[in-house]
């Protein structure tokens, strides 16, 4: 896109810091329903569904965690089982190996430094095996103590398209985003991002015309 068109598309639609919030507040509206879509009751099986979501769809976990969850109830049942036992059982989220290995780290670690619950804190998650910092936020996020920005694919596309970070890499762009995005948005801000993502700002064909925030966005075609 040629220098002078976007610095034209950014004087028309104003300051990121002054157009956050209506696009924070007309994306609710549109995606009332974007929530996260891993199913789960508990601290301890949001955890594991988001840690056997990497690489995979949470479609595909959601298929096999509700027998996961019934026979594993709490952090011992995953160390009770022989290692290739809990391999099999979730086998078809792929990566299995690992999975299953950051699995039994993390149960143990909860056991013994936790009283067997899942911390709260971003810096307690990322101490257990198998948690980066993507999944302690989404973790955080969904306990109700967001303490951070969960940044993705979709995340990081609309965020660097509306103007509110030119960086690539994902904890720069957290970085910028936790500086703009109002502290109270920061848990429901990547599930807005991420249903218009899907529904609407589609990484080739973004569908601009119907975009309830095309005033608002510096990359809009219409
Ligand atoms: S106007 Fe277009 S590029 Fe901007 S957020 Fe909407 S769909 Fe995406």
């Known amino acids: 896109m040629p220098r002078s068109y976007v610095h034209e598309a950014r004087k028309r639609v104003g300051p990121k810091r002054a157009?956050?919030?209506p696009i924070?507040?007309?994306l609710a509206v549109e995606h009332a329903d974007a929530a996260i879509a891993l199913t789960f009751t508990s601290p301890l099986e949001l955890l594991v569904s988001v840690m056997l979501s990497a690489q995979t769809t949470d479609v595909n976990v959601n298929r096999v965690?509700?027998?996961?969850f019934a026979k594993y109830s709490r952090p011992q049942d995953y160390l009770a089982v022989p290692p290739e036992e809990l391999e099999r059982d979730i086998h078809s989220t792929g990566f299995f190996r690992q999975k299953a290995k950051s699995l039994r780290g993390t149960m143990?670690?909860?056991i013994e430094e936790f009283d067997g619950e899942v911390p709260r804190t971003i810096d307690e998650l990322v101490r257990l095996?198998?948690?980066a910092r993507k999944t302690a936020n989404v973790v955080a996020a969904?306990?109700?103590t967001p303490?951070?920005?969960v940044v993705d694919t979709h995340v990081r596309r609309l965020s660097q398209r509306l103007g509110f970070t030119k960086r690539e890499d994902p904890v720069k762009i957290e970085r910028d985003l936790m500086n703009l995005v109002p502290r109270e948005d920061w848990g429901r801000f990547p599930h807005l991002l991420i249903w218009h993502g899907r529904r609407v700002c589609d990484a080739r064909r973004p569908q601009c015309e119907r975009c309830v925030i095309n005033d608002l966005?510096?990359?809009s075609r219409v």
């Open 19 to 21: 157009r956050v919030r």
């Open 24 to 26: 924070v507040e007309r």
């Open 65 to 68: 965690t509700p027998a996961l």
């Open 108 to 110: 143990k670690l909860l």
């Open 129 to 131: 095996p198998g948690v």
């Open 142 to 144: 969904e306990l109700g």
């Open 147 to 149: 303490q951070g920005i």
């Open 217 to 219: 966005c510096p990359s």
